[in-house]
């Protein structure tokens, strides 16, 4: 048997959801170019698409909300997986972005703060971490950010949320494991170290002695690459127009220009060190920047992505539940076959 590793190349499902072309770099969601789809919609309207429900942030179950203030000192994501864990199907997904903001909120020693019912999906959780009525620009970058992010195939956390509904398991534990591997650094970790690289810059006239050190020393410029993208990721461009609109009108246009400028050089080098590798700007680059434009801290990125992917997995496992059908792929052994010597009497 060939062995495929990372699963490269194997077709495990069809989906109505969204479709992954990395030759062509296109990504259509519900059947909409993301480019087209994410800087008009609101994300409640891209989650019904998807999930054919309401959407919108709801106050936390009373047994979740006493989770979140009796734990201490542990990662928001680690938090976001264990109060999920706590919910019903009917809390999804509405309780992330509150789970999210009153966990941070406790962290910094502030009483959470309820969502409100005249407020979007988006500004309710901006409003639930800072406790202000958001800018409206900085309430449609956050929209077109989670538009962007909401579902992108078979990536690793939402296969694992197939795998889980595939054995007749609930959403809440199939939600569960995909925050497990949301968590891992190679798939929803990315972000902040992009953003760190930009910092550690500074000016752009420092771009390319930073970038040659780096690449010539084997470090991987965080924010570009991507496992099936062999051109440009077509949510760094959605991204990137979203960063430009929010920074020009309620933001710090040097950092988006010093963004703007880095990504050119690192472009660059990376073809004149790895010519043909076609190593483009992924979405983590844009992210970074975006995020970091609403206010929000590092330890804040991967838990904002998972309030949004938290629709794509739910329409996964419901989708992989119609198939009635458990994932049992096979595997190569590749180990040695033992005996048992007898016992002598």
């Not at 509904?165 to 190679?186: N, Y």
């Not at 790895?274 to 700007?281: A, E, I, V």
Request: proline share 5%; hydrophobic share 45%.
């Amino acid at each position: 048997m060939k062995v495929h590793d990372g699963l490269d190349g194997i077709v495990a499902a069809e989906t109505r959801l969204s479709s992954v072309d990395g030759e062509r770099g296109e990504l259509l969601i519900a059947g909409y170019r993301v480019e087209e789809l994410a800087p008009v919609s609101s994300f409640e309207q891209v989650g019904e698409l998807l999930l054919e429900r309401e959407i919108r942030a709801a106050a936390l179950p009373p047994h979740s909300e006493m989770l979140l203030r009796n734990i201490r000192g542990i990662e928001v994501i680690d938090a976001l997986r264990m109060a999920a864990g706590t919910l019903s199907e009917d809390d999804l997904p509405g309780a992330f972005p509150t789970i999210v903001a009153t966990y941070w909120r406790l962290l910094h020693g502030q009483e959470p703060i309820a969502p409100r019912a005249d407020l979007g999906y988006a500004a309710n959780y901006l409003y639930m971490l800072n406790g202000v009525e958001p800018h409206a620009e900085m309430v449609r970058g956050l929209e077109t950010y989670l538009n962007t992010v909401v579902d992108h195939g078979l990536n690793a956390s939402t296969f694992t949320a197939r795998v889980i509904a595939s054995t007749g398991s609930d959403l809440v534990s199939a939600v569960t494991g995909a925050v497990g591997a949301l968590k891992g650094p190679l798939h929803g970790g990315a972000p902040g170290p992009a953003l760190d690289m930009v910092f550690e810059i500074g000016d752009a006239s420092r771009a390319e002695e930073v970038l040659r050190r780096k690449i010539e020393s084997g470090e991987r410029l965080m924010g570009f690459g991507h496992r099936v993208y062999k051109v440009r990721d077509p949510r760094a461009d959605v991204l990137a127009a979203a960063a430009e609109r929010m920074f020009t009108r309620a933001g710090d246009m040097r950092l988006y220009e010093l963004t703007r400028a880095v990504e050119k050089t690192a472009l660059r080098l990376l073809e004149e060190y790895k010519p043909g590798r076609r190593l483009q700007t992924n979405v983590e680059f844009y992210t970074a920047l975006l995020l970091h434009g609403l206010g929000l801290e590092v330890p804040l990125f991967t838990p904002t992505f998972a309030i949004s992917r938290v629709i794509g997995w739910m329409a996964h496992a419901l989708e992989q539940r119609r198939t009635g059908r458990i994932i049992r792929p096979q595997s190569v052994y590749v180990g040695e076959v033992r005996t048992i010597a007898p016992c002598v009497a």
